[in-house]
């Protein structure tokens, strides 16, 4: 099983800047891909951004395109969401999340029950 921390949230004014960090410990050999989603209150939650493991592809909602970036460093085993420009809409709790069977990945990636394991989340509010 693999076990999942996020950190790196916080208060920041709009137009700043956040780098959220997700460290993986347990069997991470096992890990396909990582995503980031994020629930606001009184809101569903969201796909954020995912890359898969091994090929470095990334995915991003149209939302965070061109503000986020997702990445990761294997020797840490730990994943990171790099968040400029942010904006008050941008405020929730952010969750990182872990595949490990890649079968139709590519295509649900966005879709939260494709995830094995979650952490507990980090909340980021963005005041404006």
């Known amino acids: 099983q693999v076990q999942l921390v996020e950190s790196g949230g916080g208060l920041v004014q709009a137009g700043g800047s956040l780098r959220l960090s997700c460290a993986a410990s347990?069997?991470?050999?096992?890990?396909?891909?990582m995503g980031w989603f994020r629930q606001a209150p009184g809101k569903e939650r969201e796909f954020v951004a995912a890359?898969?493991?091994?090929?470095?592809?990334?995915y991003y909602v149209d939302s965070v395109k061109g503000r986020f970036t997702i990445s990761r460093d294997n020797a840490k085993n730990t994943v990171y969401l790099q968040m400029n420009s942010l904006k008050p809409e941008d405020t929730a709790v952010y969750y990182c999340?872990?595949?490990?069977?890649?079968?139709?990945?590519?295509?649900?990636?966005?879709?939260?029950?494709?995830?094995?394991?979650w952490g507990q989340g980090t909340q980021v509010t963005v005041s404006s």
């Open positions: 347990g069997r991470t050999f096992s890990t396909y891909a």
């Open positions: 999340a872990t595949r490990g069977d890649p079968t139709y990945f590519n295509s649900n990636y966005y879709y939260s029950p494709t995830y094995d394991v």
């Open positions: 890359i898969i493991w091994s090929a470095r592809m990334t």
